[in-house]
């Protein structure tokens, strides 16, 4: 009889920004695997280092020539909240995406070893499902999703009753809806939006490097009112048969005339057409308008289990609008000129991550 065969040996290794070839391998294990989501993908790689200037570790475990799990990470340098290594910023999924334990646990390893070197103060992973029971978790978060029914009519009457009067207004109102070629109007909307909330916008480049990068997965739907203006605008990526509306933005019109559930149900309707089959309505803080927002659709919190490894900190940071201390900068930001706001945001935002 044969000996048994040796066991592969677990590889970790890096993921160069210029290695297109590797690069198709890690999307062909992402879409493949069952804990992956958009976030593990590797464009998310150049979209990090290109317009926030993080550097990247983006780790893969390979045997046999084959890839058997990854790890995205970003070193975070900021003024404002120090420095650490986290999976991922600005994004609410992260993590190790692995086919097995032995795989998994190589690449927090190779993570831990990377973060202590750097000398962070803490290492983050953003996990859908948890991981650690004995590292510290942030609990603050929950996640929205849902199953897109088979017909638009079933979909509509899944709507509690009083969003569904909403999209109904909406409809009555001769409202529209457009898939933009560019991240105009959408930034127009999504910075004025995010001013009224005391909170920097993203810088419009990025944006438009999501266009560019993701191209078919990543898509801009704008509601107009009849006259063509635009009133809700949402940025949303694609995976597999999931749709994320990521990134929203509206006219201070647009809840008077129902424009924002009007968007979401034209987001879901025309998702449903093309054959998705789960709307995830992304994440929410707890006790906010849009963790409100998301549960009067009908959808359901799920938690989000984000652990840390500390390293120079007593207590997980909480580095969020929610946190009291930051009271006052959010309503000096609301009363910033736009103008200056766009320009200042981006300076501000690859600080928070």
């Given at each position: 009889?044969?000996?048994?065969?040796?066991?592969?040996?677990?590889?970790?290794?890096?993921?160069?920004?210029?290695?297109?070839?590797?690069?198709?391998?890690?999307?062909?294990?992402?879409?493949?695997?069952?804990?992956?989501?958009?976030?593990?993908r590797a464009g998310w790689q150049k979209i990090v280092r290109d317009i926030f200037g993080h550097d990247t570790y983006f780790l893969y475990v390979e045997a046999d020539g084959s890839i058997k799990g990854v790890l995205a990470l970003a070193h975070v340098r900021s003024w404002l909240f120090g420095s650490s290594l986290t999976s991922l910023p600005f994004a609410v999924y992260g993590g190790v995406a692995a086919q097995n334990l032995q795989a998994a646990q190589a690449l927090e390893a190779e993570a831990q070893?990377?973060?202590?070197?750097?000398?962070?103060?803490?290492?983050?992973?953003?996990?859908?499902?948890?991981?650690?029971?004995?590292?510290?978790?942030?609990?603050?978060?929950?996640?929205?999703r849902k199953e897109i029914l088979a017909s638009e009519e079933a979909n509509l009457m899944a709507i509690p009753r009083k969003q569904r009067a909403m999209v109904r207004k909406g409809i009555k109102n001769r409202l529209a809806s457009e898939i933009d070629v560019d991240t105009s109007r959408f930034f127009l909307l999504y910075a004025d939006n995010v001013l009224r909330h005391g909170t920097p916008a993203m810088p419009k480049r990025y944006f438009d490097a999501l266009l560019e990068e993701f191209r078919a997965d990543c898509e801009v739907l704008t509601i107009v009112a009849p006259d063509g203006g635009p009133l809700s605008s949402v940025l949303s990526f694609y995976f597999r048969d999931e749709v994320l509306p990521y990134y929203a933005g509206d006219d201070e019109s647009a809840r008077h005339l129902a424009a924002n559930d009007f968007k979401y149900w034209e987001l879901m309707r025309r998702s449903c057409e093309r054959g998705i089959k789960v709307f995830d309505y992304g994440r929410s803080k707890q006790g906010t308008g849009s963790y409100s927002f998301k549960k009067n659709w009908g959808f359901e919190p799920q938690p989000l289990h984000y652990e840390y490894c500390l390293y120079k900190r007593d207590a997980i940071p909480q580095n969020n609008p929610s946190n009291a201390k930051y009271r006052i900068l959010i309503a000096t930001w609301r009363r910033m000129p736009i103008r200056l706001a766009n320009w200042l945001g981006p300076f501000v935002v690859k600080n928070l991550g």
């Open positions: 009889m044969a000996p048994p065969p040796e066991p592969s040996l677990l590889t970790v290794k890096r993921l160069q920004p210029q290695d297109l070839p590797t690069a198709a391998r890690w999307d062909a294990f992402v879409f493949g695997c069952p804990e992956a989501t958009f976030f593990h070893n990377i973060a202590k070197r750097l000398g962070v103060a803490h290492l983050e992973l953003r996990n859908v499902n948890p991981r650690h029971t004995d590292w510290p978790t942030q609990d603050l978060y929950v996640t929205f």
